[in-house]
């Protein structure tokens, strides 16, 4: 079975604690992906994804949610995955948590992320 190594990706998206959301959203918008790892030095101290977004824009409205800083709206402290574990494993990992983006660390530092969508072409093309 294929490995988080192989599918993940490992150009990421990185923003402080005291980004702006719109910030970071231009910034996921402009690399295509769906989530900003949020960063303090070398520390993973959490995670900003586009549901993260929604439901900012839903609890302070679009205005004050722009300028308000990602740690009011991320998930602080992540889950993780290393690089080794199975596709299989990541996938019942983000089923089971309902994550659709994955950080994944190696001895304690980041060196990826992986999607549900990375996962579900991993899965497709092993079908082929």
């Known amino acids: 079975m294929r490995t988080v190594?192989?599918?993940?990706s490992t150009t990421l998206?990185?923003?402080?604690?005291?980004?702006?959301?719109?910030?970071?959203?231009?910034?996921?918008?402009?690399?295509g992906v769906g989530s900003a790892l949020v960063v303090e030095g070398d520390s993973l101290v959490g995670i900003f994804t586009e549901r993260d977004i929604l439901r900012a824009f839903e609890?302070?409205?679009?205005?004050?949610a722009r300028v308000a800083p990602v740690s009011k709206g991320m998930s602080r402290d992540p889950e993780t995955i290393d690089p080794g574990a199975s596709v299989g494993t990541a996938m019942d990992l983000m089923l089971e948590r309902g994550f659709r983006h994955l950080p994944v660390t190696e001895g304690g530092s980041l060196v990826?992320?992986?999607?549900m969508r990375d996962l579900a072409r991993s899965i497709a093309k092993g079908r082929r």
Request: hydrophobic fraction near 50%.
């Open 5 to 8: 190594r192989e599918v993940m």
């Open 13 to 31: 998206v990185t923003v402080k604690p005291t980004a702006m959301m719109i910030e970071a959203a231009r910034a996921m918008s402009e690399a």
């Open 59 to 64: 609890q302070m409205h679009a205005d004050p």
């Open 112 to 115: 990826g992320v992986v999607s």
